[in-house]
């Protein structure tokens, strides 16, 4: 039978293309539910206060960075959104003097600007100033990383997709948007190939550091969290790392304080990489076939999903 028609874009892949009953579970989970749905390969943790949440986050930085060695470098991926764990990296980095000459740091993504360019560190939304100004610019100038070894997404990928040789990725950070994202790992658009079916994981997992075209929801949400609403600010190309790069990764870490993405979308890819079920419609439950995943929740921000009018 025919996929249905997306309710919010229909000439895209997105969640609401999923069967009705799987909508209908995850509506019902309950936090109790959720905190259930561990399994081999894949450990959901939650956090009482925001300040335990985000010490937790910047910590998984301060580990993988420690383990580092000049014979045997080490890095993480981390991204923006959150981002309220990079000044408590810089902060642990200098208390705890760690000398991070060996360790490396990937970006996760950057804006397309309309030259066909990453946009420089000047554009008000940089994800790669962002990281600068909130973490490795406070860092101590005797314990900060090489620029060599700060690897951000560009438009000509080569350098960035080379930079994961030889180095090991103990952990790639994320969060979790509207469209169920990690990175900009969007679904695609509903055409050519993919007019009737979203492409197959295999073939999604296939993608590496690329330029992407993205949803309309995820323009929408960063416009919503990063641009005071003025969607007309945010680009509607991005370069992102690949799920090939996130596979090289030791552990992917996703984080969710209830800002980015809503109580529906909190559960549903938790529930989809609890049960195998991986739809490219739904990127971030590709990670179902990641061997070492962990969502990461703030009680707090997870709500529920019963209706409620405002």
């Given at each position: 039978m025919a996929r249905k028609l997306s309710t919010i874009a229909p000439e895209w892949w997105d969640y609401t293309t999923l069967d009705d009953d799987l909508i209908r579970d995850v509506a019902?989970?309950?936090m109790e539910d959720l905190e259930q749905l561990s399994c081999p390969g894949f450990?959901?943790?939650m956090y009482d206060t925001l300040e335990d949440f985000y010490l937790a986050e910047a910590l998984e930085y301060i580990s993988a960075w420690q383990s580092s060695t000049s014979d045997n470098p080490v890095g993480i991926c981390g991204p923006i959104g959150p981002t309220e764990q990079l000044p408590l990296v810089a902060r642990l980095v200098n208390e705890l003097r760690v000398d991070l000459s060996s360790a490396h740091f990937w970006g996760m993504d950057e804006w397309l600007g309309e030259d066909g360019r990453e946009v420089p560190i000047?554009?008000?939304?940089?994800?790669e100033r962002t990281d600068r100004e909130l973490c490795f610019d406070r860092i101590s100038e005797d314990l900060q990383m090489p620029e060599s070894n700060m690897h951000f997404p560009a438009a000509d990928t080569e350098e960035y997709i080379n930079s994961w040789e030889g180095?090991?990725?103990?952990?790639?950070?994320?969060?979790?948007?509207?469209?169920?994202?990690?990175a900009f790992n969007d679904p695609p658009r509903r055409e050519g190939e993919y007019?009737?079916?979203?492409?197959?994981?295999?073939r999604y997992r296939k993608l590496s550091t690329r330029v992407v075209e993205l949803h309309p929801i995820t323009l929408a949400q960063n416009a919503r969290t990063s641009g005071g609403g003025n969607i007309t600010l945010v680009p509607e190309k991005a370069i992102t790392v690949g799920p090939v790069q996130t596979w090289k990764s030791d552990k992917v870490s996703i984080w969710q304080a209830g800002t980015h993405d809503n109580p529906f979308g909190q559960r549903l890819t938790a529930l989809m990489i609890s049960k195998g079920i991986a739809d490219a419609a739904v990127p971030m439950s590709l990670l179902a076939d990641h061997p070492n995943v962990q969502f990461n929740y703030y009680r707090g921000g997870l709500g529920s999903c019963d209706v409620e009018m405002h």
């Open positions: 019902s989970l309950s450990k959901v943790v000047s554009h008000p939304l940089s994800f180095v090991r990725c103990a952990v790639m950070q994320g969060g979790q948007g509207d469209i169920k994202h990690w007019k009737e079916s979203p492409p197959s994981p295999d």
